[in-house]
C-alpha cells in the first residue's frame, strides 16, 4: 500500500489531483463571484429552461455579440445554484493544465506535469473578476478548455494515432463551442490550420474528421465577421468607450495591439512571463553559448524584477520607474501629444526589448529547429489573440481577462522549453536552487495572493 502510494505521489496524476484540490479550496473560499451573473441568472426561470434561452440567444445575435453558445452556458450556469460552478470550474482548470500537457507532450512527465499545473496557479486569476467569476470563466476560460478538446483528433493524429469517424464528431462538439468566443476562435483555427499542414507533408493526405473540422472553424469565423450583433455593439462601444477610436490609423491599431499584449506581460507582475523568460536564459545556459550571451540572456531575467514582480516596491524607492511602468494605458504608449518627445518611446522600446530577447534565447538555445519554432509559433499565436483587441473600441477599456489566452500560450510554451532541455532540465546545483527558490516565492505570493480575494 506504502509503495502504491509513493508510486501515485511520484506520478504525473498527483500533479492535477493537487491543482485540482487547491483550486477547488480556492472556488469553495471565493466571496462576492456573481457580477453579471445576477443580470443573466435572471432571464431563465430555471437552468433547463430551453425556450427562454433560445429566446435569448435569438436576442444576442441580433443585438449585442456572436456568442450566442456561450452565452447560452453563461445563462445555464449563472442561473444554477452556484455551488455547481464552485465544484466544476476546478474540474476545468484542472482539464486544461493537462490538456496543455497532452499538446506538448508532458502529461506522462512528472517533472513537466509539475511545471505544468504549477504555471496554471501562478496564472493572475483576478483578471477573471471584472465581469464576475461565473459570466468571465464560462465565457473565457471554459471556451479555452473547449477549443483543446476539440484539437484532441490533431493531437493524436500528430502522435500516429488512429481517430475514427465517431470520434472526429466527439471532438467536433467542443470545437464549435470554443471557435463561438472570438478570441478562441483565433487561436483555435490558426492551430487547426498548423496541425493540419503538418499532416499533409507528413501523411500526404488529412483525414476526412479534419476536413470537416476545418470546415466547422471557418464557419464559425464567417459565422463571427457577419453577426449583426457584433456590428451594433461596435458601434455602441465606440460611442460609450472610444469617440476616437474611428480616427486610428492602422499602424496606430496595431500599435496599441502589441503594446497591449507585451505591456502586462512585461510591467504587469506576470510570474508566468518571469519563468519564461527564466526558463529560456536557463537553456541558453545549458547549451554552453559563450559567457558574454550567456549574460545578455539573463537580462530580462534580472531587468524583470524592478520592472515587473517587484515594482511597487522599487517604486517606494525609485518613483521615476511609474513613469515607464504606468505608460501604457490601453491606448497605446505613443500619442499626437507625446510624439515628439523621445522619453514617450522608451517603456515601448524597452518592454518590446525584453520580450524579443526572450525569444531571441529561445533561437540561440535551439536554432532553427522544431523547438524553436513551436515556441515562437505559440506565442505568436497567443500574441495575435490580445493584440487583436487593438482592432476593436474595447481597447480602450479592455480589462486584463482578454490576455488569458496570451497567458496559457506562455504555459505552453514554457512546457515545450521544458521538454527540449531534457529529462534533467535542472543540469547544476547553481540553477536548481535559483528555478527551486523563484517557484517557491512565487507560489508563496500567489497563495497569499488567492487567499487576500477570499476575504
Given amino acids: 500500500m506504502k509503495n502504491k502510494v509513493a508510486r501515485w505521489l511520484k506520478s504525473p496524476a498527483c500533479a492535477f489531483a493537487v491543482l485540482y484540490a487547491a483550486m477547488l479550496v480556492f472556488h469553495l473560499c471565493l466571496t462576492d463571484i456573481r457580477g453579471d451573473a445576477g443580470h443573466y441568472g435572471n432571464l431563465l426561470a430555471h437552468p433547463l429552461d430551453f425556450a427562454a434561452l433560445v429566446a435569448e440567444m435569438k436576442l444576442e445575435y441580433a443585438d449585442w455579440s456572436s456568442r450566442v453558445l456561450i452565452n447560452g452556458l453563461v445563462c445555464i ?5 452556484v455551488i455547481v460552478w464552485r465544484l466544476l470550474n476546478p474540474v476545468v482548470v484542472a482539464l486544461l493544465a493537462w490538456l496543455i500537457a497532452y499538446a506538448v507532450r508532458q502529461e506522462r512527465s512528472t517533472s513537466g506535469s509539475r511545471l505544468i499545473c504549477m504555471l496554471v496557479f501562478l496564472y493572475q486569476w483576478h483578471y477573471l473578476t471584472s465581469a ?4 468571465t470563466t464560462v465565457t473565457y ?22 481517430v475514427s469517424g465517431w470520434h472526429w464528431v466527439l471532438y467536433s462538439v467542443p470545437l464549435v463551442l470554443g471557435c463561438n468566443m472570438e478570441q478562441a476562435a483565433i487561436l483555435i483555427a490558426a492551430l487547426l490550420l498548423m ?3 503538418m499532416i499533409a507533408v507528413r501523411d500526404k493526405k488529412l483525414p476526412a474528421g479534419l476536413w470537416a473540422q476545418l470546415g466547422l472553424a471557418a464557419a464559425s469565423m464567417l459565422f463571427i465577421f457577419t453577426c449583426p450583433g457584433n456590428a451594433l455593439r461596435t458601434q455602441v462601444d465606440i460611442f460609450s468607450f472610444y469617440l476616437d477610436y474611428p480616427m486610428l490609423s492602422l499602424l496606430k491599431k496595431i500599435e496599441i495591439g502589441v503594446s497591449g499584449a507585451i505591456a502586462p506581460n512585461v510591467y504587469g507582475r506576470d510570474s508566468l512571463f518571469y519563468l519564461f523568460a527564466l526558463l529560456s536564459a536557463l537553456a541558453l545556459w545549458k547549451k ?3 559567457l558574454p550571451a550567456r549574460l545578455i540572456g539573463m537580462l530580462p531575467c534580472l531587468l524583470l524584477l524592478p520592472l515587473s514582480l517587484f515594482r511597487y516596491q522599487m517604486q517606494q524607492v525609485v518613483p521615476q520607474l511609474t513613469a515607464i511602468t504606468d505608460a501604457y494605458n490601453g491606448r497605446g504608449y505613443i500619442t499626437f501629444t507625446n510624439s515628439g518627445a523621445l522619453m514617450s518611446y522608451l517603456p515601448m522600446l524597452l518592454g518590446y526589448g525584453l520580450f524579443a530577447l526572450c525569444l531571441l534565447n529561445v533561437l540561440a538555445a535551439f536554432g532553427v529547429s522544431r523547438a524553436s519554432v513551436q515556441v515562437w509559433g505559440i506565442m505568436a499565436l497567443g500574441g495575435m489573440t490580445q493584440a487583436a483587441i487593438g482592432f476593436t473600441p474595447g481597447a480602450g477599456v479592455s480589462s486584463g481577462r482578454t490576455g488569458m489566452f496570451f497567458s496559457f500560450c506562455i504555459v505552453a510554451a514554457c512546457g515545450i522549453l521544458w521538454r527540449e532541455l531534457g529529462e534533467k532540465p535542472l543540469y547544476n546545483r547553481v540553477w536548481n536552487i535559483v528555478f527551486s527558490m523563484a517557484c517557491a516565492g512565487l507560489c508563496l505570493i500567489q497563495s497569499y495572493s488567492l487567499y487576500q480575494m477570499c476575504l
Fill in 77 to 81: 450556469f449563472a442561473t444554477a445554484p
Fill in 132 to 135: 464576475g467569476w461565473v459570466v
Fill in 141 to 162: 476560460l471554459w471556451a479555452l478548455l473547449f477549443g483543446l478538446a476539440g484539437l484532441m483528433g490533431v493531437f493524436r493524429t500528430l502522435r500516429g494515432q488512429t
Fill in 195 to 197: 496541425g493540419a499542414a
Fill in 288 to 290: 554552453k553559448a559563450s
